[in-house]
């Protein structure tokens, strides 16, 4: 194993993408929760490579710090003017000196790519022992693309670009993946040798082939066996493309494993996403970030959930959640919005139109419909009446209501923080709550009703409503004992 781990991944990613047609550089772009770039590193990873290192030139802030973030103990070469892809390489073998082992390059915007394909060419170059292996494909449409030079009897003998390409050469169908990987010190020293003599007046990494070639060391070109992957992005129409095929590899994966997808063309995962067996996902539902859904949990449909987690046997209906944690057997929605700090424990129901952030919901405890529940603690088996409202903010700071074990909340309370309820307590319906209520009280705030006796026939003489009451009271004459 550690014979097939190489010594480096350079990742190239100084180029500043202008058919992005953004002021984010291009390898920042995201696609299913990552950047290109973060996929870049996570196929260099599938590697475990000794040393990882990022050529980076355009919005080189930007990218250094997505590479510290991602992969802080990666080094950062800066390629001041992007002279090519020969001249990126060279600015790494300049800052580090000779790699000892296998330097393996590929690309910041190629996200498709999978580690597996990155490990099969390495495997394929230490079992032949090339001092460079390239990972080429066959594709329908070569255009724009390095092609793979061949002679007679099919030996690899060098890349041409299509810009220096001849009719005949360009009419190959096998082109250059811009990933290789090389024998270290042969590289150092080949990509001294590299010239600008060609169309574009740039160092071509491609060059090295030839002259390691000429040098007589062995040299291959290798099939990848999904085209697919070698895909570069250069453009938005691009992007969206690997981010659908991207997305269905995913969604493949976690059916295999067991998860059903109802509607795998309005289902988006990104890459962290995990899910348990006999989880269910119904349609128009996205999954971001690290989110996690429990074995047989049901998701959807018409949710986004990001960071958050779904415990065994969940519900989640038309519901949007960040950073929430849903227990297990609990319900959530339809239409629910659960924002950051939410934690909703085991068979708890939150329903329609409630709305909770920084929050915890006890075990069996119900939030059914149309409530605010701001910075609050709820204890377990509690009942919070339809139109509740957590009033946690007082213009200036916000404050935290306590509510005990089965407490009933009565429809349309406002709870006034800062706030405790005991256990057992009571609120009366439409009271507005603003001192702390014991154990087992009942809190009542309202004012009291009163009932101005014939009121519709005084004052709403003719209408309908005087009628209707008329008609009532004198039914309630006739009933009456004579
Ligand atoms: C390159 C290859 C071509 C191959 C194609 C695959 C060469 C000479 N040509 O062509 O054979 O078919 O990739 O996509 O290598 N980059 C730098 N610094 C530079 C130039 C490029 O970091 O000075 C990075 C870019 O950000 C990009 C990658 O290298 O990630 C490829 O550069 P690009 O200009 O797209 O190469 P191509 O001309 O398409
Ligand atoms: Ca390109």
Not at 201 to 217: A, M, N, Q
Not at 270 to 288: N, R, Y
Not at 411 to 417: F, G, K, W
Request: aromatic fraction near 4%.
């Amino acid at each position: 194993m550690s014979e097939s781990r190489p010594a480096a991944v350079i990742v190239l990613a100084a180029g500043e993408g202008t058919r992005m047609k953004s002021r984010t550089p291009k390898m920042l772009h995201r696609l299913c929760g990552r950047s290109m770039l973060g996929h870049a590193l996570a196929a260099a990873a599938h590697l475990q490579p000794e040393r990882l290192i990022v050529v980076a030139g355009h919005g080189r802030d930007q990218v250094g710090a997505e590479v510290a973030r991602l992969a802080p103990g990666a080094l950062v070469v800066i390629q001041e003017e992007q002279r090519g892809t020969g001249h990126a390489v060279r600015m790494v073998t300049e800052a580090v000196g000779v790699i000892p082992g296998t330097v393996v390059v590929t690309y910041g915007d190629m996200p498709l790519l999978r580690g597996e394909t990155l490990r099969q060419l390495v495997q394929a170059h230490h079992a032949a022992g090339n001092a460079v292996t390239v990972l080429s494909a066959r594709v329908s449409d070569p255009s724009g693309y390095g092609r793979i030079v061949r002679d007679t009897s099919g030996a690899f003998t060098r890349i041409v670009e299509e810009r220096d390409a001849t009719p005949a050469e360009r009419a190959i169908d096998e082109i250059n993946s811009g990933c290789y990987a090389f024998g270290g010190p042969l590289l150092s020293d080949a990509i001294k040798q590299v010239t600008t003599d060609n169309a574009q007046g740039h160092e071509y990494l491609t060059d090295v082939v030839t002259i390691l070639r000429g040098d007589r060391y062995a040299v291959a070109a290798v099939p990848a066996a999904d085209p697919g992957e070698i895909q570069g992005i250069n453009d938005r129409v691009q992007l969206a493309e690997a981010r659908r095929i991207y997305n269905q590899r995913l969604l493949e994966h976690w059916m295999r494993e067991g998860v059903t997808i109802v509607d795998p063309a309005t289902t988006w995962v990104d890459a962290e996403v995990s899910m348990g067996q006999d989880a269910e996902i119904g349609p128009g539902t996205h999954l971001e970030g690290r989110t996690v859904i429990g074995a047989g949990a049901r998701i959807g449909p018409g949710c986004v959930l990001t960071d958050t987690s779904v415990g065994e046997n969940a519900t989640v209906t038309c519901a949007v959640c960040r950073q929430a944690d849903i227990g297990p057997g609990a319900s959530v929605g339809p239409y629910a919005y659960l924002r950051p700090g939410t934690r909703i424990a085991g068979n708890a129901h939150i329903g329609t139109y409630v709305e909770l952030k920084n929050s915890s919901v006890g075990r069996g405890s119900k939030v059914p419909h149309l409530s605010y529940v701001g910075d609050a603690d709820i204890g377990e088996h509690v009942n919070v009446g339809a139109g509740t409202i957590f009033a946690n903010y007082d213009g200036v700071a916000k404050h935290r209501t306590t509510i005990g074990d089965h407490v009933f909340i009565g429809s349309d309370t406002v709870l006034v923080a800062p706030l405790a309820v005991g256990d057992g307590a009571y609120t009366a319906a439409g009271s507005a709550i603003t001192e702390d209520v014991p154990p087992g009280a009942l809190g009542i705030a309202r004012g009291r009703q009163h009932n101005s006796q014939e009121w519709a026939e005084r004052n709403r003489a003719g209408t309908g409503s005087a009628e209707a009451a008329a008609r009532a009271r004198s039914a309630e004459k006739k009933g009456e004992p004579g």
